[in-house]
T-cell receptor, first 113, second 116 residues
Framework: GNSVTQMEGPVTLSEEAFLTINCTYT??????LFWYVQYPGEGLQLLLKATKADDKGSNKGFEATYRKETTSFHLEKGSVQVSDSAVYFCALPGSGNTGKLIFGQGTTLQVKP | GAGVSQSPSNKVTEKGKDVELRCDPI?????LYWYRQSLGQGLEFLIY????????KSGLPSDRFSAERTGGSVSTLTIQRTQQEDSAVYLC??????????????FGSGTRLTVV
């Protein structure tokens, strides 16, 4: 079945540093890929998505490019802020037509001022 | 309501007791999902409801876990004879029907279950 592997955290950065969180996947075909974010005390929110190979998803300064050659969907941001401190999850659809998602283990990002 | 509501937000229970976790999805959202977020395990899918039926229960870890949904709305996840390994945050999500490329989930804030 489909699966996703995400770099382990926690990741600690200073404000304005460059962020990369690695995500690789195993899937049949070319499913949509997602990044979700969980801010402290809140539910998961969709951060960005890409629905086909070579697409770039972007939102709030974050970007991720769907790369079928390397089966990757790495999350990047050029200049992180303290408010970006959260847990980030890479995800893709599970098997079957249910709409369920398979999530990575999550990467905790802490940005220090 | 405006969002997905879960209750209680926190639950501490003794090992061996039964617990019920409630999810109130966004009105009109026909699809509802339960996930479990354990330390070091990420987010695991538990069960999917479409309306009141559950076509995918493949993620329920044992027969101690069950869930139901009534009126196409509120869902209850029940854990019988709780064990310490059941300690986790249980998340509920709902979405409208439609193409799977949309994946327009709305997640609740979760119920943190601690089994002592």
């Amino acid at each position: 079945g489909n699966s996703v592997t995400q770099m382990e955290g926690p990741v600690t950065l200073s404000e304005e540093a460059f962020l990369t969180i690695n995500c690789t996947y195993t899937a049949t075909g070319y499913p949509s890929l997602f990044w979700y974010v969980q801010y402290p005390g809140e539910g998961l929110q969709l951060l960005l998505k890409a629905t086909k190979a070579d697409d770039k998803g972007s939102n709030k300064g974050f970007e991720a490019t769907y790369r079928k050659e390397t089966t990757s969907f790495h999350l990047e941001k050029g200049s992180v802020q303290v408010s970006d401190s959260a847990v980030y999850f890479c995800a893709l659809p599970g098997s079957g037509n249910t709409g369920k998602l398979i999530f990575g283990q999550g990467t905790t990002l802490q940005v220090k001022p | 309501g405006a969002g997905v509501s879960q209750s209680p937000s926190n639950k501490v229970t003794e090992k061996g007791k039964d617990v019920e976790l409630r999810c109130d999805p966004i009105s009109g959202h026909t699809a509802l999902y339960w996930y479990r977020q354990s330390l070091g395990q990420g987010l695991e899918f538990l069960i999917y409801f479409q309306g009141n039926s559950a076509p995918d229960k493949s993620g329920l870890p044992s027969d101690r876990f069950s869930a139901e949904r009534t009126g196409g709305s509120v869902s209850t996840l029940t854990i019988q004879r709780t064990q310490q390994e059941d300690s986790a945050v249980y998340l509920c999500a709902s979405r409208t029907s439609g193409g799977f490329q949309n994946y327009g989930y709305t997640f609740g804030s979760g119920t943190r279950l601690t089994v002592v």
